[in-house]
């Protein structure tokens, strides 16, 4: 029953208040608006589009595209509801070739935040700039402008102080934005996207049309060429294309599993799932791959006017689409490892571990060579005691256990050795070696963005820096175990692969991080020869350590073959 104090006559709202309702439901944080306004850059055509931030989006989100521009008789028009260019009828709704539709997202970000528009088609000769506050029109007027359309959206949320409670750190919302525009990057890879934040460029895509091109651009130039292409074709019209991580790539969460239908990035938890079953056993438990699916398929097949964000969308044939996503993945993922299927996804739990956990089944087809007690061992066994027997394919170390054979990723192994040794000795250990001569650096923003976030703890391993004009630093000290090699080089490497992490600042500490990209540098890499006496060593030093069976990065530094597996392989059981 309610509360009869609560019962007042029943009256429309006055519109200041449906328009902040409405509002709250596509404007939820500082992404959501950069989402709407790159979706209408794109509706636009806008062939470079830029997106330039501060404060995490709360001070200021600006977005400048050289689209179609909005007709001068028309600006007021698109800050109001439900008005749009890009549908006509009812009929329409059943095939939506636009990301927009809803006509909302200009109405419902200016009722909740300083909004001025500077636009102009290509064919007039003047712009238009239309300033609306709060929802309430305070300029329109004549003005110089290029072609194309810019948008400044200033004081998120002024008006909102319940919103505004809500908001995470700038770093964080920062992320979030970073997320939308490299996904948008990925789908429009003909585009050219840019993300300035605090006057640093953050990220950066090419527009040649070539999705590895984004890739690249998104995760660095390793992990995008490591990256496995999937392409299948399925009912109904559909047809999926895209890359997925190999087995030996993963993450500790779902940020990098991402989808998109007919371009427009969506989110959808039966598509994730399917993912995640087909991953089943070639994964450790707890981590997730990297996958990028793009789904197209006939506009009607999909109905994308589900919820106000347009990220949910509900598939006619959803069990297809599904089935479609499951098994392409798993497909691709079976092909890339005949001969080491037996053992490539086999996490056996070590000598003295009890019984091997089984695994759940996955839905779908399995190969028949699946191990059927693939499971993880917890992170912090020790080792038992191993004899170093040789080297394969110049990567990995083999050596014997008590419980079978054991293959150690040299360049892993040596990456945990390096990680403990650097935290554990900080302290007492010279923490910086000069050099002879101090170098200038040239950083590209990305790397300069890195920098600015990461320098305390880069001076703090060891890291000695100082500025030198525009985007050139002095580095006068290394840490001690970088001295050897191109001290230069190794700087931009690893802050590269800082800058990398941009999208995910809660993963991880920065301070591990910094470590550990200092540590992959050090580590002997894959390929290197190493004498038995050199993995003596290192065998020695990993069974030191406190997490000997997994690398910094959270990656395996073995597995193991356990002497039963051998024994059944070779049908000598029984
Ligand atoms: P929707 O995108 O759903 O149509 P919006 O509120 O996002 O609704 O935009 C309203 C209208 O304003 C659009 O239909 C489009 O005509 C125009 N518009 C908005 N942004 C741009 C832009 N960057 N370039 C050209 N036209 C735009
Ligand atoms: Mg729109």
Redesign the pocket.
């Given at each position: 029953m309610m509360d009869a104090e609560f019962r007042r006559p029943i009256q429309i709202l006055p519109p200041e208040v449906a328009s902040k309702i409405a509002a709250g439901e596509v404007v939820e944080r500082p992404a959501s608006v950069v989402k709407?306004?790159v979706?209408?850059?794109l509706?636009?055509g806008?062939t470079d589009i830029r997106v330039e931030i501060r404060q995490g989006g709360r001070r200021l989100i600006q977005?400048a595209?050289n689209?179609?521009?909005?007709p001068a008789d028309?600006v007021e028009?698109?800050?109001a509801r439900h008005?749009?260019?890009?549908?006509r009828d009812v009929q329409d709704l059943e095939r939506i070739a636009?990301?927009?539709?809803?006509?909302?997202?200009?109405?419902?970000i200016a009722a909740v935040a300083h909004v001025t528009?500077l636009?102009r088609p290509p064919e007039e000769m003047v712009a238009r700039r239309v300033r609306v506050e709060g929802g309430r029109l305070v300029e329109n007027r004549p003005a110089a402008a290029p072609a194309?359309?810019l948008?400044t959206v200033e004081h998120l949320f002024y008006n909102v102080p319940a919103r505004q409670k809500f908001l995470r750190q700038p770093a964080t919302e920062t992320a979030y934005i970073h997320e939308v525009v490299t996904r948008y990057a990925l789908a429009y890879p003909e585009r050219r996207f840019e993300l300035v934040s605090e006057g640093r460029s953050l990220f950066l895509s090419p527009g040649s049309g070539e999705l590895r091109d984004v890739l690249a651009a998104v995760l660095g130039v390793e992990e995008a060429e490591a990256l496995l292409p999937v392409e299948a074709e399925g009912e109904h019209g559909a047809r999926l294309v895209g890359f997925l991580s190999p087995p030996s790539l993963h993450r500790a969460s779902r940020a990098d599993i991402a989808f998109f239908v007919n371009r427009r990035w969506i989110q959808d938890r039966s598509l994730s799932a399917a993912v995640s079953q087909a991953y089943h056993t070639f994964l450790p438990v707890g981590r997730f791959p990297v996958a990028f699916l793009f789904l197209e398929m006939p506009p009607s097949e999909v109905d994308v006017n589900v919820h106000p964000t347009k990220r949910e969308v509900r598939f006619r044939h959803g069990q297809a689409v599904f089935s479609l996503v499951q098994a392409a993945v798993r497909k691709v993922l079976t092909a890339q490892a005949p001969v080491a299927a037996p053992f490539a996804p086999a996490w056996i739990p070590p000598h003295g571990h009890g019984a091997p956990t089984p695994a759940a089944p996955p839905a779908g087809p399995q190969p028949s060579s699946m191990p059927s007690t693939a499971a993880l061992w917890p992170d912090t066994a020790s080792l038992p005691p191993l004899r170093v027997v040789g080297q394969v394919a110049l990567t990995y170390i083999v050596a014997e256990g008590p419980d079978g054979l054991y293959l150690i990723d040299q360049h892993a192994a040596h990456e945990r050795v390096l990680y403990e040794e650097l935290t554990a000795e900080r302290a007492d250990a010279p923490p910086s070696q000069a050099l002879l001569h101090p170098l200038p650096v040239r950083l590209t923003p990305r790397q300069a963005a890195a920098l600015g976030e990461h320098v305390e703890h880069l001076r703090r391993y060891g890291f000695d820096l100082e500025p030198f004009g525009g985007d050139t630093w002095l580095l006068r000290g290394v840490p001690p175990m970088l001295h050897r090699g191109d001290p230069a080089r190794a700087l931009g490497d690893i802050l590269d692969e800082l800058a990398e992490g941009t999208a995910r600042p809660l993963e991880d500490s920065r301070e591990a991080r910094v470590v550990a990209s200092i540590c992959k540098q050090v580590a002997v890499k894959a390929g290197q020869a190493l004498s038995l006496e050199e993995m003596r060593e290192l065998v020695h030093r990993l069974e030191r350590t406190r997490s000997p069976r997994t690398c910094p990065h959270g990656r395996p530094t073995m597995i193991l073959i356990q002497a039963a597996l051998l024994a059944r392989q070779f049908g000598r059981e029984g």
């Open positions: 709407e306004l979706e209408n850059a509706d636009a806008a977005v595209d689209g179609c521009g909005i028309e028009l698109a800050f008005a749009t260019s890009k549908l636009s990301l927009g539709f809803r006509g909302e997202a200009l109405a419902s528009l636009t194309g359309t948008v």
